[in-house]
């Protein structure tokens, strides 16, 4: 039932609680009428007060509704809030002696004097008891992230209140370095010591800090930030106070110190209707379940309440973590939670999987992306990305899948490694797999570099600035486009909800991002310097060693130019020239004819002639500009 008036619109919610108020008004009466039966007849006094029963409650409605008395959000009720029912209750006093006085009715002035206070009793504990309700609801919120609150002041309090509107974070406690603080309550919420805080993130009960110290200065903010990272759990930071007032909320201005930070742009919004309603009771299947983007789908496909989800990994340690960290999320929203351990290159196995649980939609995430072990595992990186791709893409075609989400990359433009050129085949493979396809719609995500993924530059840096240095650059005029994990699966769920058969959609990431001045961000993030010629006496080294073998200067998201858009603004699709079903055919039999005679100079060579723009990156520093 409380869910259902918390999803109800918010004129609906005026118009109840208006009419909670209006209840109210007789209820009061009565119960000030009573407090007078030991003095005067009650069968007398009810007869003589009955015309106030009537008049009082049509009177107030314009009155409250001009005090406002409905229009205040009970997640946000606080004591300043109870100024309009205290005017209201005064309200109700003088609407009593006036309508007893014009009408001439025989009734104690005490009853007139008493209706008020207890109209404000009553309004008082109907709004706390509905706040309170709301507030066990939302702390008791499955799937939320339990968070701790560093400063226990204004800023912290502000927060707390934007928190507990929050779906994504459930406030657990204030922390605060402040004695006298420590042991008592803030706003509902209790204050602890850093001992405590510390406890708590060991046990696990909290999984992320948030510092709400605006006015601190920042190599303050710095030290503790540092402290705090060494406990274990994530560290966020709000803006400064210069920066709060540009921007729209203080739950909205939560700068996180980890891998998103160091976007240098803002996140893109892409919580859309659509995703809900493209997923909603539908059975869906995962492939590389358990890798970084896999896992990321997984959390949000079932927040969109499918009806079964099926995860696919060939890692049986990959499937069960993420199977284990799933199966409370599944039971609470009602999914039911299937693993299949397998290979996508398994034709038979792939057919089974999806006859067996009637899939709707595939997202196919599974792939081999690093590009230095691709590059030198050629043979297997090209079977695994090309020819996975394409026998789960004709299994889920057979078995009438109604669509198949290609998650790419923007290596496959104008590649210049065999990781690169294989999803570039596999993008081509999918094409021509559409223009033969009458029920299956077939679409690709083409990403950047995902923040904090698994082989990203971000862990990598991490632990070379945890090592204390140095940290190696490839280049120094290295740039790559950047999304955060949850851009990158956000992208994955539209496009499934926008494809209409052999789409290329890309996010709008911004400008790219250089990679040397990343480096730089993330040392001093930690509260280091960056040690140079300027600087001898930094901490951290910066040294540059080189393109590796494949690595490109710069990345790019489109072979052409031919762009529509979306219902997204920040999201394109790209009309992209494919192959034919004869050319297409050709490459397929090369590139099996290679691998099966495991030739890797044979399967370049093809890769050279096929792909278009492939080519060869330089590796030498001199010759790279």
């Known amino acids: 039932m409380l869910d259902y008036l918390v999803h109800l619109p918010r004129s609906a919610k005026h118009h109840i609680l208006l009419a909670i108020d209006v209840f109210l008004v007789p209820v009061s009466l009565l119960i000030a009428l009573a407090l007078m039966f030991d003095t005067v007849s009650p069968s007398a006094l009810l007869w003589s007060a009955l015309p106030l029963f009537i008049v009082i409650p049509i009177v107030a409605v314009p009155v409250f509704l001009r005090i406002g008395l409905n229009r205040i959000k009970l997640m946000a009720f606080e004591l300043h809030d109870m100024r309009r029912g205290a005017i209201a209750a005064l309200s109700i006093v003088g609407l009593t002696f006036a309508t007893t006085f014009i009408l001439g009715l025989d009734i104690p002035h005490a009853v007139a004097l008493l209706t008020g206070p207890i109209f404000l009793l ?5 709004r706390t008891l509905g706040r309170n309700l709301l507030v066990r609801r939302s702390n008791g919120g499955v799937g939320r992230l339990p968070v701790a609150i560093y400063g ?12 507990r509107q929050d779906l994504q974070m459930r406030p657990i406690t204030f922390v605060d370095d402040n004695v006298t603080l420590q042991t008592m309550t803030v706003s509902g919420m209790s204050v602890c010591s850093r001992a405590h805080l510390e406890a708590m993130v060991k046990r696990g009960d909290i999984k992320r800090v948030l510092l709400a110290m605006p ?3 920042e190599p303050k903010m710095r030290r503790i930030t540092q402290e705090l990272s060494e406990l274990g759990c994530e560290v966020h930071a709000l803006p400064t ?8 909320g203080l739950a909205s201005n939560l700068r996180p110190v980890t891998p998103d930070r160091l976007l240098g742009r803002d996140k893109v919004d892409l919580e859309t209707p659509e995703v809900a309603r493209a997923y909603a009771g539908r059975r869906i299947l995962i492939t590389g379940a358990g890798g970084s983007i896999g896992s990321e789908l997984c959390r949000q496909i079932i927040l969109c309440g499918p009806q079964r989800l099926t995860l696919l990994d060939h890692s049986e340690y990959a499937l069960y973590t993420i199977s284990r960290e799933l199966k409370q999320l599944a039971d609470a929203n009602g999914v039911e939670l299937v693993t299949r351990l397998g290979s996508v290159c398994d034709r038979e196995r792939m057919s ?6 009637e899939i709707d939609i595939v997202l196919f995430a599974a792939a081999y992306k690093h590009v230095p072990l691709v590059e030198e595992n050629e043979i297997e990186g090209l079977r695994n990305n090309l020819f996975g791709t394409l026998t789960t893409a004709e299994a889920a075609q057979q078995a009438g899948v109604e669509r198949f989400i290609l998650v790419s990359t923007d290596k496959a433009v104008r590649p210049t490694n065999i990781m690169g050129a294989s999803k570039r085949l596999a993008e081509l493979a999918i094409q021509d797999l559409q223009t033969r396809s009458k029920g299956t719609k077939f679409a690709m995500v083409r990403f950047g570099n995902v923040l904090g993924s698994s082989g990203s530059v971000i862990p990598l ?6 090592a204390g240095g140095p940290i190696t650059l490839t280049h120094e005029k290295i740039t790559r486009y950047f999304m955060t994990i949850s851009e990158a699966a956000r992208l994955v769920l539209l496009a499934g909800a926008y494809a209409t058969g052999g789409d290329v959609f890309v996010l709008d990431m911004g400008a790219p991002v250089n990679i040397s001045d990343l480096a730089r961000r993330m040392v001093e993030l930690t509260g280091l310097s960056v040690k140079d010629d300027e600087h001898p006496h930094g901490d951290i080294e910066i040294q540059t060693v080189g393109l590796r073998p494949g690595e490109k200067l710069y ?3 489109l072979i052409g130019d031919n762009m529509l858009p979306t219902p997204h603004e920040k999201i394109m699709r790209a009309e992209e020239r494919g192959l034919s079903e004869i050319e297409m055919a050709r490459i397929l039999k090369q590139v099996r004819t290679a691998i099966a005679a495991n030739d890797a100079q044979m399967l370049r060579l093809i890769v050279e002639t096929c792909v278009d723009g492939y080519h060869v990156a330089e590796t030498g520093l001199d010759d790279v500009v």
């Open 122 to 126: 009553l309004h008082l504990g109907i």
């Open 152 to 163: 226990a002041g204004t800023a912290g309090v502000q927060l707390l209140a934007a928190l």
């Open 215 to 217: 006015s601190v200065s």
């Open 241 to 248: 106070y210069s920066e709060l007032v540009e921007g729209t």
């Open 352 to 357: 089974h999987i999806m006859r067996e649980s």
């Open 461 to 466: 840096f991490q632990s070379q600035i945890a």
């Open 555 to 557: 990345e790019e998201l």
